[in-house]
């Protein structure tokens, strides 16, 4: 099983910075088939990237994925006040799919 | 529209059962794999099924093998998880996703349903 170990565990930013947030696989990621999703309190995940960087229909170019092999980022480039979640990333390149342990970014 | 609404969360007694379901509309709900990921109060997620389009080829979690059945009725358009031998570990909320074309990653989701294993 491919362990995703997120990092920091939590972020605090200001609106308007930058953010880099870390996946790192405990093994190569088949294809770079890794996913992020976005996770505000009270609501279900929603898809932000696919394999490593293409982002989902819908979703702001602030945010942008990149990596490969065993690690992975999310950059968000300019913070807004609605970016307030926990994310999480998700390999699909290998059996049994997993996901990390997110990463809860702060508004400062 | 694409939805998903989960149903059949509720408290139950270790070792009981439980089936939930996951009406789907706004797809061809037979041309796509689905899935049940769950979450435990303040944890993050967790895989736990899949089913493929036809419902032909299904695949488990190791941590419920054997005591989850996943299915699908393409006639009613309807996802459907199965729970026997339920333990407190297994209290969490559950979430239909379905599968996106390209990978197995989630593309869209249900808001979840509660599902609490508790004496």
């Known amino acids: 099983e491919i362990v995703l170990t997120q990092s920091p565990g939590t972020l605090s930013l200001s609106p308007g910075e930058r953010g880099t947030l870390s996946c790192r696989a405990s093994q190569s990621v088949s294809s770079n088939y890794l996913a992020w999703y976005q996770q505000k309190v009270g609501q279900a995940p929603r898809l932000l990237i696919s394999?490593?960087?293409t982002r989902a229909t819908g979703i702001p170019d602030r945010f942008s994925g990149s990596g490969s092999g065993t690690d992975f980022t999310l950059t968000i480039s300019r913070l807004e006040p609605e970016d307030l979640a926990v994310y999480y990333c998700q390999q699909y390149g290998n059996s049994p799919l997993t996901f990390g342990g997110g990463t809860k970014v702060e508004i400062k | 529209d694409v939805q998903l609404l989960e149903s059949g969360g509720g408290l139950v007694q270790p070792g009981g059962s439980l089936r939930l379901s996951c009406a789907v509309s706004g797809l061809t709900f037979n041309s796509y794999a689905m899935t049940w990921v769950r979450q435990a109060p303040g944890k993050g997620l967790e895989w736990v099924s899949a089913i493929s389009g036809n419902g032909d080829s299904t695949y488990y979690a190791d941590s419920v093998e054997g005591r989850f059945t996943i299915s699908r009725d393409n006639s009613k358009v309807t996802l459907y998880l199965q729970m026997n031998g339920l333990r407190a570990e297994d209290t969490a909320i559950y979430y239909c996703?379905?599968?996106?074309?390209?990978?197995?990653?989630?593309?869209?989701w249900g808001q979840g349903t509660l599902v609490t294993v508790s004496s």
């Open positions: 996703a379905k599968v996106a074309p390209t990978g197995y990653y989630f593309d869209y």
């Open positions: 394999d490593a960087s």
